[in-house]
């Protein structure tokens, strides 16, 4: 029970507020708490120039493709809500670079959640893409964290 004790419920409101995040779910062995914000995204009303750069971007004969189809890239999705963290610590260097290879069962980064540190590893090997995710930032369940290319 010590991890729903105020300050960590106080924290976990603040995180919320600040990343515009609408449901906090959090479970123990006795206890379930689930949090939840009536937040709603303002949407932007765009404006005729805007929509015309939209137009014209999208007739274009250079359009992008996804990053996932560029090439045979894999996504690594979060299993869990928390911080990311790139480093094991602040003076340490990164669990991983966008270039390196990494191997399956390699740890690639670290989510915090209420003060609890979770280590995560690949599941598969290849060559790290893109890194989808700030040092320090939020992630939600089911958020891309990297993109790798299968070797």
Known sequence: MKNFEPEYIEKLIEIMKNNELTQVALEDNETSLVIKSDYKPVIKEKTVKEEAVEVQSAT??????????????????????????????????????????????QVICIIETIKLINKITSEISGKVAEICIEDGKPVEYGQVIMYVEEN
């Open 60 to 105: 274009e004969e250079t359009v992008e493709k996804p990053i996932e189809e560029q090439k045979k890239l894999t996504p690594i999705t979060s299993d869990m809500i928390g911080l990311y963290y790139s480093k094991p610590s602040p003076n340490e260097p990164p669990f991983v670079k966008v270039g390196d290879e990494i191997k399956a069962g």
